[in-house]
C-alpha cells in the first residue's frame, strides 16, 4: 500500500499536538521503500515524525525538492537522530540562494548545509540530471521547460554565482512521480518553475495526463488572473485531484476548491493520502 504522508508544512491537520511551521515535508511509503521527500525549516520535523511513529533511520532515500530553507534546512536536525539514507539533489542545489528586497538588502534562502556535509551524513550522494528512479512505480523528474510564459518566477529570488547576483531559474527543482498504471501522481515541493509547466512536461514524459497533484505550488499572493489561468490550464490538462499546502496561497485554493471537475483537499500536518485508490 502506497501512503503519502504530511510531515511538515505552513498549517495543522486534524492530529492535534503536532509542529506546524513555514516549510515542507512528506513521508512516502512505495514499493518497500520509505522516501522523505523534503525535510521542511527546522526541528519541528523531527518533533513530528517521532509523535507519527516515523524513525528518521527508517528513511531509504531522500530527495530535496528544491534548496530554499523551507524544504532542506531540517536535514541537520534529522541526520543528528539517525539518518543516514541515500540523498537526491537536483542541478545546481548548492549554489547560494538569496531573496532581494530591492533596497540593497538580500535575505539567505538556502539550505545552509554544504556538498561535503550532506556526504558526510548520508549513504550515498545523487545528483539527477534528469530522472532518477527510486522504484518500479516511482522516479524523481527534473529539467522543466518553459512552455507557458506567464508562469514567470518572482524576480526576488536570486542566486549569487560567481561573486554576482543573477535570477533563479531553479534549475535544481524536482518532483516526486508516482506512476500507478491508470492514475498518474506529481508530488511537488513549491512548483518554482512553474506547476503547468510542469505538469505539461511530466503528461509529455509519460504520454499522458497527470490526474492527481499533492504538494506546494506557489501561488500565495499571485495576482487573481494568473490564478484562474493557473487552475484552468491545470483543469484542461486533466488534473483531476488536488491536495496542495505550504505556499499555494487561500487565493489558489478557495479557485481549486471550487472548480468544476476537480477534487480539492488542505493537506494540513499529518495528513495522509492512500493513492493506490485512484486508479482502481
Known amino acids: 500500500m502506497i501512503r503519502i504522508m504530511t510531515l511538515m508544512e505552513n498549517q495543522p491537520g486534524a492530529r492535534k499536538g503536532l509542529t506546524a511551521e513555514h516549510g515542507l515535508s512528506f513521508l512516502i ?29 527508517s528513511v531509504d532515500v531522500m530527495a530535496f525538492s528544491h534548496s530554499h530553507y523551507d524544504h532542506a534546512a531540517g536535514f541537520p ?14 542541478e545546481h542545489f548548492f549554489e547560494e540562494k538569496y531573496s532581494a528586497s530591492g533596497d540593497g538588502i538580500y535575505t539567505y534562502l ?34 522543466f521547460p518553459r512552455i507557458h510564459p506567464w508562469e514567470r518566477i518572482p524576480e526576488r529570488f ?81 488534473v483531476r485531484r488536488m491536495w496542495c499546502n505550504h505556499c499555494t496561497g487561500a487565493g489558489a485554493e478557495a479557485r481549486m476548491a471550487s472548480a468544476p471537475g476537480i477534487q480539492y483537499g488542505h493537506l494540513g500536518v499529518g495528513g495522509c493520502v492512500f493513492p493506490e485508490q485512484f486508479s482502481r
Open 29 to 57: 511509503d512505495v514499493d518497500g521503500r520509505r522516501i522523505l521527500f523534503d525535510c521542511g525549516s527546522g526541528e519541528g520535523i523531527l518533533r513530528n515524525m517521532r509523535l507519527l511513529g516515523a524513525a528518521p533511520a
Open 77 to 90: 536536525s534529522l541526520a543528528e537522530h539517525g539518518l543516514r539514507a541515500e540523498a537526491v539533489v537536483g
Open 110 to 143: 538556502g539550505c545552509g548545509f554544504s556538498e561535503e556535509e550532506l556526504r558526510a551524513s548520508s549513504a550515498s550522494l545523487h545528483c539527477n540530471g534528469r530522472t532518477f528512479r527510486l522504484t518500479e512505480r516511482c522516479a524523481l523528474e527534473t529539467g
Open 158 to 238: 536570486v542566486k549569487r554565482r560567481d561573486g554576482r547576483m543573477e535570477a533563479d531559474s531553479f534549475e535544481d527543482e524536482q518532483c516526486l512521480v508516482l506512476n500507478l498504471g491508470e492514475s498518474l501522481v506529481m508530488v511537488t515541493g513549491c512548483s518554482h518553475p512553474g506547476i503547468l509547466n510542469m505538469v505539461t512536461e511530466i503528461g509529455r514524459r509519460y504520454g499522458r495526463p497527470v490526474d492527481t497533484v499533492l504538494g506546494g505550488i506557489h501561488l500565495a499572493g499571485a495576482e487573481e488572473e494568473r490564478i484562474l489561468a493557473a487552475v484552468e490550464g491545470l483543469r484542461a490538462a486533466g
